[in-house]
């Protein structure tokens, strides 16, 4: 089966033949269907009134089990975002009843947040909609083809968050 990365691989080979394009072919596709995926997870994301970043920190909470509260800095690590952005989400997400600041008890100045009754079903209402969709989006390859592609992008993954760290 033919996608438009072969179509754009092929022009390079025409036009020039003494490049090794095999590698634009693997990012490409991964450019392509990472932007195919993040469009149907937004999607379910919208269905339950969240983007993708109150999603993730929802999520954060919800995966980080009881009592499903961390502190900032806790979020940040996991999420792997800027402090300002941390906030803003943060700030957003307690306006709406899905989370809650409360003093952290090991650091008068800092703070808790934590997941409200409301965020806890909503999160889970909304995680299982986002399993849905991944085995949707997902569902044009065989369960070996998923184990065997999840494997691969593990090993490739790997080697950059081994780059990251200096190993």
Known sequence: ??????????QWRRE?????????????RMRRISQ??????EKTFAEHGLQDGSFD???TLRRSGPPYAL??????RTMMITSGTMTNRVDQLEKAGLVKRTPNPEDGRGFIVSLTKKGFNLI???????VETQKRLTSALSKEERATLNALLGKYLASF???????
């Open 1 to 10: 089966m033919m996608d438009r990365v072969d179509d754009i691989l092929a």
């Open 16 to 28: 020039r033949p003494d490049l090794d394009v095999g590698p634009m072919g693997i990012i490409g």
């Open 36 to 41: 195919h995926l993040l469009r149907g997870m």
């Open 57 to 59: 920190v929802l999520a």
């Open 71 to 76: 502190s900032p800095g806790d979020l940040l």
């Open 124 to 130: 889970d209402a909304t995680m299982t909609a986002h």
């Open 161 to 167: 968050e081994a780059a990251e760290r200096g190993d």
